[in-house]
């Protein structure tokens, strides 16, 4: 873990220098939120969508998201007060507060489960024609590398059967097997559809190995103990966006959006968009349970990242933000 702390330490400094204090408010009267994502806007398409239909500032938010490239820089953002609420993998979120750095607790579910697609050379026809090879991920300890393990198993691969490299986002993993620097990596929307129509083979979706959260929203203990009415609003301003996505009427409106923010092809983000509303359906009001954090955190000790016993995932989960934002 001294790799996360290095991080941590060495982006704090320059996220400081952006730190608002979270009660300023805008011209208009709204009051700001700072919101961080990581790599590419597809999974934040209810955010993205709340902003662009003013479900925010209905509830009287300025919402202002901040792009990273990893998911410990995201938590970072939180940890220094240069983001409010951030949009990142339950795994990194509850490491801060595992390891002390930072009293960071998830308040609800973003995407249920993960959409990931792994996505490999031409050449490559089956599972077995990876062995020996390299893959790509965004970080060596993180859930999403654990994520492609368990579909390597469950194909009969096992974890010394080939390489890993750290690569980063998606879109720098989509670039690195364009240039043949890897033989695949798991690939999120719409790059993932992208990457088919360029010729790149799918072998297999993560989701059919994994049920664990893929992105949760999360905040520190003390901003959202403080702020609690800035949260509420925030949550049910996307609960309500996620309601709009999944009415298939809306979907053009909803790619029109995600095709301007990702500049990606039309068919690449009408793809994604049934992928998440009718396939996995991965917008579900934020619903998590303690059992499902309990089993991340079984695959957190799993590649090594905490040491057992686990925690208690009760005392990392705070839904009562969530339970309000449901009860209007």
Known sequence: MKTNNIVILSVALFLSVFALA???????????IHHAYVAEPGYYWDVFEAQALGFFKQEGLD????????????????????????????????????KGQGDVAIVSNEVR?????????????????????????????????LNLRQLMRKHGIKDNDYTVLQ??????????????????ALITEPVNFEAMDAGFRKLGGVYDASV???????????????NEKLLVG????????????????????????????SKARRSSVERSYDKYTSELK???????????????????????????????????????YRQQALAK
Do not use: H
């Not at 919402?63 to 949009?87: G, I, K, W, Y």
């Not at 998606?170 to 695949?184: D, E, F, L, V």
């Not at 925030?234 to 923010?261: E, G, H, I, S, T």
């Open 22 to 32: 979270p009660q300023r408010s805008t011209a208009q009267g709204l009051k700001k």
């Open 63 to 98: 919402v202002e998201s901040t792009r990273f490239d990893l998911t410990s820089q995201a938590v970072t953002a939180l940890v220094t007060a240069a983001s409010q609420v951030a949009s990142v993998t339950p795994d990194v979120a509850m490491l801060a507060t595992i």
């Open 113 to 145: 489960l993960p959409t990931w697609d792994l996505m490999v050379q031409p050449d490559i026809k089956t599972y077995a024609d990876l062995k020996g090879k390299i893959l790509g991920v965004s970080q060596l300890q993180s859930a999403s590398t």
């Open 167 to 184: 690569v980063g986002g998606s879109g720098k993993r989509y670039a690195a097997i364009r240039s043949k620097q890897i033989a695949g």
């Open 212 to 226: 664990v959260p893929s992105v949760v929203f999360a905040a520190t203990r003390s901003w959202a103990s403080a």
């Open 234 to 261: 925030f949550l049910r301003a996307v609960y309500k966006a996620q309601d709009w996505l999944n009415n298939a009427k809306n979907k053009k409106q909803a790619v029109d959006l995600m095709v301007d923010l």
């Open 282 to 320: 991965v917008y579900n009001r934020g619903a998590i349970t303690a059992d499902v954090i309990k089993k991340t955190l079984e695959d957190m000790a799993e590649i090594g990242a905490i040491s057992k016993p686990i925690p208690d995932p009760n005392k990392l989960l705070d839904l009562k």
